[in-house]
């Protein structure tokens, strides 16, 4: 049997987080609200209006164009997509065809098993979002909501080989667009769209081959599922003597199956030309540094720094840089602990990832700020309070706000790390248990845990483990 | 003596002054309507009548309510001591193509024939705000798209106040027959390829097509969108120069609208010619348009009527001090017609996508299977003749295929016509005019069903007016005489961009300098 290749393309659409749609005063977000009551005589078409251009839309446009390493166009035009359907009031979509705001571009991907995939992305534009067509029975509803929400519309190169790419890409686009705080970037919720294109080739085959168009996934797990069960179908009809064709599939997420929406034998004419409503686009260098001073350390990027400067390992690198506050949250307590970051990552990966799950905030909502940890860190370290004491201590922090210095003398919780105070614990408990001490020094050394715990018990667990287990081994060998 | 023989400046100043009751001129305007207009333009009209033929059926819908609304406010605040604007009192028409809230607004189609706008277009509310008393919505071609207004789905159509049997001009022709009929002072029209200037010349009024951007297009319902300006018709310059002040500027739900500053544009009416070079081109005393067979340019000179009252006016310029610029060229004209077929109708057949049954206006009223059968059957319902023509030529042009060689090149065309203007007009260059003076059409009004019919003859009439459009530059149609039938020559002045002022200066010396001549004393038919 021959083996294939899998030649993927992704066009996404990502809804921006403007407060405002792209051409009118509405409210972008309409998630929840009763059909057609967020919409204005532009938004809905009425005859006469005028589109008026939100320049929200373009600076997050072109923060996402820097990001993608896309050439910014100082100078681009919006284009009129003509096309009939109910949910299109105007009977065309403005949108940008040629002359673009951003030109060219590409995300450098890293897969888990370390390799890197370079991914080009042919089109980055601006344009409105349509409204959304429903049908109940046997009746077509329309709602005009969403018409006029900001989209970019960004189309890769044909350059994933695998779902899990086409995956890793959308996590990865996702992540970006949180990180930039331009798209809530929430699939389920429609604000990151994506249709797969998808063809096969025999391995080492340069060709592109027919491919189709799988739309409606909308979730990441959609999209790779769907991709495999498509590269099966369309392998086994290569294998079978079939040919594939141009369709567009449906994904049913309920049935986890495609189906055929339409062939797509020849291109649709949408009569592009410039939106004769708007005025070219144009800007200068000064804007453009203006907007892209906004422009943060991208997360792939420091995740590459995090492996370089603080030498951890991949898997903690991409938990702390999942999304910013986190990230930002960990170099702020690396800076005040000034210590090992391994040190700093293993509290934020179990202690503070905790906590973010549990109350289901993120980390730039913690009261318990970065150099609260560090400090926290630096108590455990120096054996002022012991390490339960210390992630205590932590949650305390967060639920008053009080500083781990006030809290640890309020409430005594400074380690028994006095030698004499210790010892007098110690002999107490052994005074008060003769028998385990007898079974102790009998050869039942597994005794040993029970008698710190007691001591722990009788402390409080205030004391200092290294000591404890030191004096209490002494005085269990003692012979009197 | 009736409100109506002032001038709508001289109105507003009366009524400001408490002299002149804004209900007393509203009511002889009301008065002059009942004269003078016959029934409106209808849907179901029947059979025209003999007394049809000799009424002017400039309105779709009267607004009579509003105007008596807007008359009482303005009263009031007149009796209040305070100002009611620059316009107050003044009766306006405004062509049915302007979204104007709560009142039916047709675009003269069938598919738009129920809608009731929830909003109002920019230029009406300014000129509202202004005092204006808005009388109704007046009669023009369907969505605007021809020269005579005969194509109106909303029949009886207009007629010509000169000589009923004629047309008025389209596609403004009941903003300009409102006007030259006195049923208004102001009429609030717009020009695409000379919709303001072509219809202004066969009723003897005044038209002016502003600078592109110049005067807001929000709410005007598109035709031709890099090419529509909102414009005024005037019954004298100094009238229209004073609705255009009101209009024009900037508009925050217009990003085409210029921030160029609005200067006031009565200041200079009255500095005169003295020193001022207005030229004259041989290109504008003749039409050109393609042999239908071989395709080649066929000149023909314009009637001896229409040079004469040209010429006439540049040496009456001459003797106020102007300095006539004889042999400017304009080469490039002759492909206005054709260019302007190209570039109206792409942007026609997108800008009347939206009306497909669905959200306003029209549905077929017939069975339909499916989606595209309720389409078709309420775009072919809804649409008369001339919307379909547009749609048909427009989306085969900007096919995938054909754009390049239709559209592309058509644009290609706008911008030597726009240098053809700007070497005339350049400061440093041969020409260095301050204005163009030309015929503003090639004919006087003709008989209504002459020319309707042939959409391609129609759009020459529109030959010496499309130019400005495509350059974007303003221009203004002036009486400027009588032919041997007794209809109206008109007479059109260019300038450069936002020459407004220039052109309303010299528009107002032609007036004054021809203040006795004897066709001025004449009246239209209908008010003989």
Not at chain 1, 182 to 190: L, N, P, Y
Not at chain 1, 398 to 414: F, H, M, N, R, Y
């Amino acid at each position: 049997m021959t083996e294939y290749e899998t030649v993927i393309g992704l066009e996404t659409h990502i809804q921006l987080n403007t407060e405002t749609k792209i051409f009118c005063a509405c409210k972008a977000d309409s998630w929840e609200d009763p059909p057609n009551t967020n919409i204005c005589p532009v938004c809905a078409g009425l005859p006469g209006v005028l589109p008026v251009l939100n320049e929200a839309v373009v600076r997050k446009g072109a923060l996402l164009a820097a990001a993608m390493h896309s050439e910014f166009r100082l100078k681009s035009f919006f284009d009129r997509k003509n096309y009939f359907y109910p949910d299109l009031p105007k009977g065309y979509q403005i949108s940008q065809y040629d002359m673009a705001l951003g030109n060219g571009g590409y995300l450098d991907l890293p897969m888990p098993d370390g390799s890197i995939r370079h991914v080009g992305i042919t089109k980055l534009h601006m344009e409105e979002d349509a409204g959304k067509t429903k049908y109940e029975n046997g009746r077509r509803y329309v709602d005009f909501n969403r018409c006029g929400v900001p989209l970019v519309e960004m189309v890769t190169e044909p350059d994933l080989r695998s779902a899990d790419e086409a995956a890793q890409y959308l996590i990865r686009l996702r992540q970006l667009l949180r990180w930039l705080g331009i798209s809530e970037a929430d699939m389920e919720k429609g604000h990151l769209r994506c249709d797969a294109n998808v063809s096969i080739r025999p391995v080492g085959s340069t060709v592109l081959n027919t491919k189709t168009e799988i739309k409606n996934v909308n979730s990441i797990e959609a999209v790779r599922t769907a991709i495999i069960k498509e590269v099966e179908r369309q392998v086994e009809l290569v294998e079978s003597g079939g040919r594939v064709e141009a369709w567009t599939l449906d994904w049913d997420d309920t049935h986890h199956r495609l189906t055929k929406m339409r062939s797509k034998e020849t291109e649709a004419d949408y009569r592009y030309f410039r939106e004769p409503d708007l005025l070219p686009l144009e800007l200068d260098e000064a804007w453009r540094e203006g907007v892209l001073a906004d422009l943060p350390e991208l997360p792939l990027e420091r995740r590459a720094r995090f492996l370089q400067d603080y030498d951890l390992p991949e898997y903690d690198a991409d938990i702390l840089t999942a999304d910013r506050p986190i990230s930002d949250y960990f170099e702020a307590a690396v800076a005040a602990y000034a210590g090992d970051p391994k040190v700093v990552s293993n509290w934020i990966m179990n202690e503070i990832l905790r906590m973010l799950n549990e109350q289901g905030i993120s980390a730039d909502q913690l009261l318990l700020k970065p150099d609260q940890l560090a400090a926290v860190i630096r108590m455990v370290d120096s054996g002022t309070i012991n390490n339960a004491t210390g992630k205590a201590l932590l949650s305390k922090v967060q639920q008053t706000g009080k500083s781990p210095l006030e809290i640890v003398d309020a409430e005594g919780l400074a380690q028994l790390s006095d030698d004499a105070a210790l010892q007098s614990v110690i002999d107490q408990v052994l005074a008060a248990h003769p028998d385990e001490v007898m079974s102790f020094r009998s050869g039942k050394e597994g005794l040993f845990g029970w008698f710190m715990g007691q001591v722990m018990r009788e402390t409080r667990g205030k004391a200092d483990p290294q000591l404890t287990k030191q004096l209490l081994l002494d005085a269990l060998s003692k012979r009197d | 003596m009736s409100a109506l023989d002032y001038a709508a400046h001289t109105i507003a100043q009366k009524v400001n002054a408490g002299e002149l009751s804004a209900v007393e001129v509203l009511e002889d305007a009301l008065a002059r309507i009942e004269q003078v207009e016959g029934r409106h333009g209808a849907l179901d009209y029947g059979e025209l009548t003999d007394e049809d033929r000799k009424k002017v059926h400039a309105f779709i819908t009267l607004t009579q309510d509003r105007a008596y609304a807007q008359a009482r406010q303005v009263d009031a605040l007149v009796s209040a001591g305070k100002l009611a604007g620059p316009l107050a009192g003044v009766p306006l028409s405004i062509k049915d193509i302007f979204c104007v809230k709560d009142t039916p607004s047709t675009a003269a189609s069938r598919i738009l024939s129920n809608f009731v706008a929830p909003y109002t277009a920019t230029a009406v509310e300014r000129l509202e705000s202004a005092g204006a008393l808005t009388l109704g919505k007046v009669n023009l071609d369907e969505f605007t798209h021809g020269s005579s207004t005969e194509s109106s789905a909303f029949q009886p159509s207009t007629r010509n106040p000169w000589d009923p049997d004629r047309v008025p001009g389209g596609s403004s022709g009941g903003s300009a027959a409102s006007v030259a009929a006195g049923e208004v002072m102001l009429s609030l029209g717009t020009d695409t390829a000379g919709s303001i200037r072509q219809p202004a010349a066969f009723c003897g009024v005044v038209g002016l097509k502003p600078t592109y951007g110049r005067v807001s297009r929000y709410g005007l319902i598109a035709f031709g969108s890099s090419l529509d300006c909102p414009g005024s018709v005037a019954r004298d310059v100094r009238d229209a120069a004073l609705m255009l002040g009101v209009m024009a500027g900037a508009d925050p739900r217009d990003s085409t609208a210029s921030l160029h500053p609005v200067p006031d544009y009565l200041a200079i009416l009255s500095e005169g010619v003295k020193g001022l070079r207005i030229g004259l081109s041989p290109d504008y005393m003749q039409i050109a348009f393609p042999d239908p067979q071989t395709g080649a340019l066929i000149r023909q000179e314009l009637p001896a009527e229409i040079r004469n009252a040209t010429l006439r006016a540049a040496e009456a310029l001459a003797d106020q001090g102007a300095e006539i610029v004889e042999g400017v060229p304009m080469p490039n004209m002759v492909y206005g017609i054709p260019a302007y077929f190209v570039v109206s109708r792409v942007e026609a057949a997108s800008n009347l996508h939206r009306f497909d049954g669905v959200k306003y206006g029209y549905r077929t009223s017939s069975e339909f299977r499916d989606l595209h059968e309720m389409y078709r059957k309420t775009r072919a319902e809804g649409f008369g003749l001339q919307p379909k023509l547009r749609i048909l030529m427009g989306m085969y042009v900007s096919a995938a295929q054909y754009s390049e060689q239709y559209y592309q090149r058509a644009l290609r065309v706008r911008s030597m016509i726009r240098a053809d203007f700007e070497s005339a007009f350049d400061s440093g260059g041969a020409y260095r005019l301050d204005a163009l003076l030309t015929p503003t059409t090639p004919t006087t009004a003709f008989k209504i069903a002459d020319i309707y019919g042939d959409s391609v003859l129609m759009q020459y009439a529109d030959q010496l007016t499309v130019p400005a459009n495509h350059a974007g530059i303003p221009g203004i149609s002036i009486p400027a005489g009588l032919d041997g039938d007794g209809l109206p020559i008109g007479i059109q002045l260019l300038a450069p961009d936002f020459g407004e002022e220039m052109l309303l200066r010299v528009g107002y010396a032609f007036e004054q300098a021809t203040a006795d001549a004897a066709w001025r004393k004449q009246k239209p038919q209908v008010l003989r």
